[in-house]
């Protein structure tokens, strides 16, 4: 039904930045809540920020300041604008959209940073 696709991964040094993009097969003006997670090795998937349909916007504490989530309905896409990158971001992104009671994931996109 719903396919999310992300992008914009890869491997950056430690204080770099990164600028992930979430690309969905509808229309996202309706979506009231979009959000991105990640899943770092050995760890569970955990929360990062979501934003509203009317731009409110939510961030863990562990990337607040750093990063920015957006969204522009007129592409249906989420992005993710990831400053001043810590190893410990290490993990696979995943955006997510809850449509109809239903849950939806997109493969996910590899970020390593280095040290």
């Known amino acids: 039904q719903v396919q999310l696709v992300e992008s914009g991964g890869g491997l950056v040094q430690a204080g770099g930045s990164l600028r992930l993009s979430c690309v969905a097969s509808l229309s996202i003006f309706s979506i009231n809540v979009m959000g991105w997670y990640r899943q770092a090795p050995g760890k569970q998937r955990e929360w990062v920020a979501s934003?509203?349909?009317?731009?409110?916007?939510n961030y863990a504490d562990s990337v607040k300041g750093r990063f920015t989530i957006s969204r522009d309905n007129t592409k249906n896409t989420m992005y993710l604008q990831m400053n001043s990158l810590k190893p410990e971001d290490t993990a696979v992104y995943y955006c997510n959209v809850k449509f109809n009671v239903i849950n939806y994931w997109g493969q996910g996109t590899q970020v390593t940073v280095s040290s």
């Open positions: 934003i509203t349909s009317s731009g409110t916007t």
